[in-house]
């Protein structure tokens, strides 16, 4: 079973920017995708974005799209989420996770890190 831990978040302004970070225990090339959900209280999971580990194919909600890039550093075991233009509405628990497809959908993740906040407020 993977371990991942994810680091990064903090407190931004409306309009600021961070860069999270997922940390394998494994290579994570051994995966066929990796996937950044966030959770805002009261609310469901929802994905974010998502890379292949083949081809780097990406997916991102829509709520992403212009603002947030996935990418992987294979030989350093490390998956990242860039944001910039963050919105309070960015506001929640990221998380990491390992997977079987590349999809934005909770349920083709087999393991998943314990999360990073993030919270945009002025």
């Known amino acids: 079973q993977a371990q991942l831990v994810e680091s990064g978040g903090g407190l931004v302004q409306p309009g600021g920017s961070l860069r999270l970070s997922c940390a394998a225990s494994e290579s994570i090339s051994d995966y066929y995708s990796i996937a950044w959900f966030r959770q805002a209280p009261g609310k469901e999971r929802e994905g974010v974005a998502c890379i292949s580990s083949t081809d780097e194919d990406t997916l991102y909600a829509d709520s992403a799209k212009g603002r947030f890039t996935i990418s992987r550093d294979t030989p350093k075991n490390t998956a990242y989420l860039q944001m910039n233009s963050l919105k309070p509405e960015d506001t929640g628990v990221y998380y990491c996770?390992?997977?079987?497809?590349?999809?934005?959908?909770?349920?083709?993740?087999?393991?998943w890190g314990q999360g990073t906040q993030v919270t945009v407020s002025s």
């Open positions: 996770a390992s997977g079987r497809v590349l999809i934005l959908k909770a349920w083709g993740y087999d393991d």
